[in-house]
C-alpha cells in the first residue's frame, strides 16, 4: 500500500502495476503454493503483469503449466539471470529455458552482470550478444557490487577482485548496448545494493548521478543499440 502511495504520488491515481516477484527463486515450490501467491498479487484490476523472476534450472513441467495458465488471465514475464558467480548449470539449460517459457508464450527477460571478476568488456559484449540471439524480449543490464558479509566481499577485501569506475561501467554499457538487437526492450541499465551493505563500488549508491551520467554518455557518443549487429 505505501509502495502504490509513492507511486501515485508520481505517475497519477491511474497508475498501472507489474507484480514482481524478485528476489531468490520463485518457481522452487508447490505449485499450488505458488498458484494461490500468483493469483493473490495479479488480482487487483491495476495490476496489469505479472513478473517473477527465478533460475533457468528451476522450471518443471508443472511450474511451466502454471505460467502457461496465468498468462491467459494476464501477461506473465520470466526473469531469467544468464550468469552468476556459482552458477551451478551449464549454459544449455539456460537455453532449454528461454524456448520453453517461449513456447508457452511467456516474455522472456535476461539478466546480465557487468563487472564478474575476470571477464573483459569483449567477453561481456559477447554475453550481451549471446543473450540478443536467444529469443529473449528483454534485458536487465546490472553493475557487480560486492555487499557486506559474503563470499565476494572478502575476495574484493583481500584484493583479489576488482569492481568497476563509472566511466569504465558506462564504457562496457554503451558496447553491451551496441551488440544488442534493436527490438530488445532495455529494462534496467544498472543495479544497486541496499547502501547499508554496499562496500564497492560506493558510487553506484547515487543513483540519480548514475542515471544522469549514463544519459550524457549516450549523447555525447551518440549511442545505437543493435549498431555493431
Known amino acids: 500500500a505505501a509502495a502504490r502511495l509513492r507511486v501515485a504520488a508520481k505517475a497519477g491515481t491511474d497508475a498501472k502495476y507489474i507484480a514482481y516477484f524478485q528476489s531468490f527463486t520463485n518457481t522452487y515450490g508447490d505449485a499450488d503454493r505458488l498458484r494461490a501467491l500468483y493469483q493473490a498479487a495479479m488480482a487487483p484490476e ?33 526473469e531469467l539471470g544468464l550468469q ?34 575476470g571477464e573483459t568488456p569483449e567477453m561481456m559484449a559477447e554475453t550481451a550478444r549471446y543473450i540478443g540471439q536467444s529469443g529473449a524480449e ?64 560506493l558510487w553506484s549508491g547515487d543513483k540519480k548521478r548514475v542515471l544522469n551520467a549514463i544519459h550524457q554518455a549516450f549523447l555525447r557518443d551518440n549511442l545505437i543499440q543493435g549498431s555493431t549487429l
Open 46 to 78: 491495476d495490476v496489469v503483469i505479472l513478473s517473477i523472476a527465478t533460475r533457468p534450472d528451476c522450471l518443471g513441467p508443472d511450474i511451466l503449466g502454471l505460467l502457461e495458465e496465468l498468462n491467459r488471465i494476464k501477461p506473465v514475464w520470466g
Open 84 to 117: 552468476t558467480i556459482r552458477r551451478g548449470y551449464d549454459l544449455p539449460v539456460f537455453d532449454r529455458a528461454v524456448k520453453v517459457l517461449k513456447a508457452i508464450g511467456v516474455t522472456v527477460i535476461v539478466h546480465q552482470i557487468l563487472g564478474l571478476p
Open 138 to 201: 528483454g534485458v536487465k543490464l546490472h553493475l557487480l557490487h560486492v555487499l557486506r558479509n559474503t563470499d565476494l566481499a572478502a575476495e574484493w577485501q583481500a584484493g583479489r577482485v576488482q569492481t568497476l569506475e563509472l566511466e569504465e561501467y558506462i564504457s562496457i554499457l554503451e558496447l553491451c548496448l551496441r551488440n544488442l538487437p534493436p527490438e530488445t526492450v532495455i529494462h534496467r541499465l544498472t543495479g544497486d545494493g541496499a547502501k547499508r551493505d554496499l562496500l564497492a563500488p
